[in-house]
């Protein structure tokens, strides 16, 4: 049965520790635990407002929710195919998503380890197709398991009609409030694979001096430590806005004002750029500021923080400050990644 908890702090249930009060939360750890409490008290609570909460690493609430919080705690890694080549795993919504890479990368399968220490949910990494060092959850995700709340029927998502791009899917478009994600299957290679070419990746890999997906999985926890606040230690959500993908033109006139500006190519789109939005805002000059109780990260300046008790309301102040600042020196439109409740 789902548990349900009323009135209650998420402070506990986000990364950022900024305080707000919920309705309730209500946690499912099975499909039909969920499909249980859909048909029965759900229906009331949905009538309402609510919102689904995955490991709350990329949500901040800025004032009090007058709803319902939904929260899969479903555990479980199982194997649902294999070939000569590929493992296929079904993952539970609720899993932590370390712990899937974990589990694939010590049984030396390639695919996830570039995608090591992303605080996540495995519902969240297919929601917000999380990526880093050249990888996108997107690249392993095979299929999604979601409930659909108009019909309570368990249906099946192909990778492609996740309609993935950066940062984005189906499930922030036009199946936003309409599913519920069960289960993720991810395909994971047996030969090796490795994708090394992002920043600093090869030579802290080569330090370590193990191309598997154990080694680079090291690399990317120590790249990850040495520039990411630990959110056990100091509240945060992780990049808080997102890249700016802008067209080639514009990029270059960038460049020709700030020639070290760095710059990425966006696959699949060949007259767009992708620019570093931590490095304006390091530009600014705002790396280990603070207005208030909301600071931005000494080492990395797309990360904002919780210095100790903000609210979501100062941690909002400082990013819209930040926002204009960028607009008015790069000419750019920077947008949140964090989702903002
Ligand atoms: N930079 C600066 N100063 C800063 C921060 C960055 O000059 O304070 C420069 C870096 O030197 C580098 C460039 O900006 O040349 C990009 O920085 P970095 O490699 O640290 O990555 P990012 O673009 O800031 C993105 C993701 C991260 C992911 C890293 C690595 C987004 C919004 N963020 O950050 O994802 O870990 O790349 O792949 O795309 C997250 O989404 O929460 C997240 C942490």
């Known amino acids: ?69 939904i929260r899969s705690v479903a555990k479980g890694i199982e194997v649902v195919g294999e070939d000569e080549q590929h ?40 929601v917000q197709n999380i990526g880093a060092y050249g990888v996108e959850a997107k690249d392993i995700i095979v299929r999604v398991e979601v409930v659909r709340l108009d019909t309570l029927v368990v249906e099946y998502l192909s990778n492609a009609e996740c309609r993935f791009g950066y940062r984005e899917s189906i499930f922030k478009e036009s199946l936003a409030g309409k599913v519920i994600i069960t289960s993720v299957e991810y395909r994971l290679g047996k030969t090796a694979a490795p994708h090394l070419d992002y920043g600093t990746l090869r030579p802290e890999v080569e330090k370590i001096g193990d191309i598997t997906p154990e080694g680079i999985r090291k690399a990317v926890v120590a790249i990850r430590e040495s520039k990411l606040p630990d959110p056990k230690k100091i509240g945060n959500a992780g990049s808080f806005f997102k890249n ?57 300046a797309l990360v904002l923080v919780n210095l100790g008790g903000a609210t979501g309301t100062e941690v909002m102040a400082l990013a819209e400050r930040i926002c204009k600042e960028v607009k008015d020196r790069f000419g750019v439109e920077i947008s949140p990644e964090v989702n903002i409740l």
Not at 89 to 98: F, H, K, L, Q
Not at 102 to 109: K, N
Not at 263 to 274: R, T
Request: charged content about 20%.
């Open 1 to 69: 049965m789902a548990r349900i908890i009323e009135n209650i702090d998420l402070a506990a249930y986000t990364s950022f520790g900024a305080s707000a009060m919920a309705d309730r939360v209500v946690e499912w750890n099975s499909t039909s635990d969920l499909l249980g409490y859909l048909a029965g008290e759900g229906k009331e609570h949905f009538g309402g407002k609510w919102t689904i909460l995955g490991e709350g690493c990329n949500t901040l609430f800025t004032e009090d929710y007058n709803g319902t919080i």
């Open 87 to 126: 493992l296929t795993i079904r993952a539970a919504a609720g899993e932590v998503w370390d712990d899937v890479v974990a589990w694939t990368t010590e049984r030396g399968l390639w695919g996830a380890e570039n995608l090591s220490a992303i605080p996540s949910s495995v519902g969240a990494s297919a």
């Open 244 to 300: 700016p993908i802008l067209p080639r033109g514009q990029v270059e006139e960038l460049l020709k004002e700030y020639p070290t500006m760095p710059v990425y190519e966006v696959a699949g789109a060949p007259d767009s750029l992708k620019i570093a939005t931590g490095w304006m805002i390091d530009t600014l000059g705002w790396k280990g500021k603070a207005l208030g109780r909301a600071g931005v990260h000494s080492k990395q």
